[in-house]
């Protein structure tokens, strides 16, 4: 459904008029609903006009429709405008169209997040009524429709989450570049005992080489179960019963205690146990991005591989960190280790697991190809790191808060998506405080870029715009960014497991660190850039 080129507007715009507030254009959908309500309009809301695949910044009334038709029928044509505001017409995506017409099957499907394939909650999203009358659009969370649990206090190690100085050796290295030939030799080092929490093991090159590095050593693992992953090798249930068919009791593992895990009797996390760490000999520590799975850890290596560069495009951008400091190492072993001891208390019995979760929708556009692929960098020098953990109170909101407000030069970030509450209320201030600094950075003049994934839509984008990001100048879209990064200045980098929602930064169980380093900022400033001027672009997909 949309307005032939040709048709004439409904009104004469207004020149020279202010952008009207938001209550304004709500004010105006109201009035003017019998012109909005053609057959196929799903939905209407006030947000923001995008031309050419792209925001304008444009304050605008958006029309969902079931499907956009360049020539509606006779009668059935949408305005292009409304007393000068733009009629923005979008077709609904599969699951944006279903959350509007059923919202309780689209509950059932448990799609807690954007890289699940949810699409944005508009609080003033207005559907019609069969009598043409509007009516505020249903909404069913997903955690509604899970299995009853009992929930858990969530409470952590006793070991305080400070920072630590000190003469340390950093490895940083990024995929699709050079993740796993980094990781690898690091799990192949291990000479007693390896602590691991985890959200997804699904590799098999990964796993043969656990199992061939690990046998006779002590594993611990907290792992979770989320929706399989595309590129999987195996479920990570078959993960769990291959270690420990070749581990024997030298496997010590429990399932994460999150609310969707079909083994966890109770759980504390509400969708995710999103960590990636793992602990060497209470010496060194491995932390990132990307889970042990072929799409955040594939068995490439362009650097020294010509032939693997077409491959990389389809693989995902993490950042990792191996950390060779014991006192940090100890302070995320005492955590894990703290995990493990309460999600063996409320595990349920082998069991079939049901109907899995649904996997996210791989891009359907390939990602550009590499400019450069950048080799492991090695730092060893005075270092100072603060290590983060959600859902511990007051760490990383608090840490990350600092860390943006602190950038006087340059601030850019690059993570998978940024969903916005759903429902701003006080307990997720903190995550709306994270946006807030962003934006203040922006109008302070800091030089800001934003790369996001395919994941985020373009609703998610209206959402940021309106909550003060410059959407239009400072945001790009990169197909397969699971990335959680910030950089700071020439200084600081941040890398991390934390999603910028509400659960991954208030609620679920992630892993960061600060790293205050020249050199440090330095390598991932350079990856960012590569990414910024040859993989991201300014094209976002529908809802």
Request: glycine letters at 4%; hydrophobic letters at 40%.
């Amino acid at each position: 459904m949309t307005t032939p080129p040709d048709a004439a507007p409904t009104t004469t715009p207004s020149i020279g008029m202010p952008e009207p507030s938001t209550a304004g254009i709500e004010h105006l959908i109201t009035a003017h609903q019998r012109e909005l309500a053609q057959p196929g309009v799903l939905s209407v809301r006030p947000g923001y006009e995008i031309t050419d695949g792209w925001l304008t910044g444009r304050k605008a009334i958006v029309a969902t429709v079931a499907a956009k038709l360049a020539d509606p029928p006779t009668g059935q044509a949408l305005p292009e405008q409304i007393d000068g505001i733009p009629v923005d017409v979008r077709q609904a995506s599969p699951l944006k169209r279903l959350a509007l017409t059923n919202p309780e099957a689209f509950a059932a499907q448990h799609r807690f997040a954007p890289n699940h394939g949810a699409p944005p909650v508009f609080g003033d999203e207005h559907v019609f009524t069969t009598t043409g009358a509007l009516t505020a659009a249903a909404a069913v969370h997903p955690a509604a429709r899970l299995p009853h649990k009992p929930s858990l206090i969530y409470t952590g190690a006793t070991t305080p989450l400070t920072s630590v100085t000190a003469h340390m050796t950093l490895q940083l290295s990024a995929s699709p570049d050079n993740g796993w030939p980094t990781l690898r030799p690091f799990l192949q080092n291990t000479q007693a005992e390896l602590t691991v929490g985890l959200y997804d093991f699904t590799s098999a090159h990964i796993l043969t080489t656990v199992q061939a590095a690990l046998t006779g050593k002590t594993v611990q693992l907290v792992l979770d179960h989320p929706a399989q992953n595309p590129t999987a090798d195996q479920t990570d249930e078959t993960t769990v019963a291959d270690l420990r068919a070749k581990l024997g009791d030298h496997l010590i593992q429990a399932w994460a205690l999150t609310r969707t895990d079909p083994f966890a009797a109770a759980w504390i996390y509400p969708s995710a146990y999103h960590i990636k760490v793992a602990v060497q000999d209470h010496q060194r520590l491995w932390l990132s991005s990307g889970n042990w799975n072929n799409a955040n850890q594939p068995d490439i290596n362009p650097i020294t591989t010509p032939t693997d560069a077409d491959a990389a495009r389809d693989h995902d951008r993490d950042w990792h960190v191996i950390i060779d400091n014991p006192q940090l190492a100890a302070i995320f072993e005492a955590y894990l280790t703290h995990d493990l001891d309460v999600a063996a208390q409320h595990q349920l019995p082998a069991h079939d697991p049901g109907a899995p979760l649904q996997p996210p929708d791989p891009p359907s556009t390939r990602t550009p190809a590499f400019a450069r692929f950048f080799p492991t960098t090695t730092i060893t020098d005075q270092v100072t790191i603060t290590p983060l953990l959600t859902p511990d109170p007051h760490n990383y909101a608090d840490a990350v808060l600092a860390l943006i407000n602190s950038a006087t030069t340059r601030l850019y970030l690059q993570y998978q998506y940024i969903e916005p509450p759903k429902t701003p209320s006080a307990d997720n201030q903190p995550f709306q405080d994270l946006i807030a600094a962003v934006a203040a950075r922006q109008q302070a003049g800091i030089d800001v870029k934003i790369i996001m994934s395919e994941f985020e839509t373009a609703g998610y984008l209206e959402q940021l715009q309106a909550l003060g990001i410059d959407v239009v100048n400072t945001v790009k879209i990169q197909n397969n960014v699971h990335n959680k990064g910030i950089i700071v200045d020439d200084t600081t980098v941040l890398v991390s497991s934390q999603n910028w929602s509400a659960a991954g930064t208030l609620q679920n169980r992630d892993a960061g660190v600060i790293i205050t380093h020249p050199d440090a900022a330095t390598y991932y400033a350079n990856l960012f850039l590569h990414d910024w001027n040859n993989l991201a672009t300014r094209k976002v997909g529908d809802d």
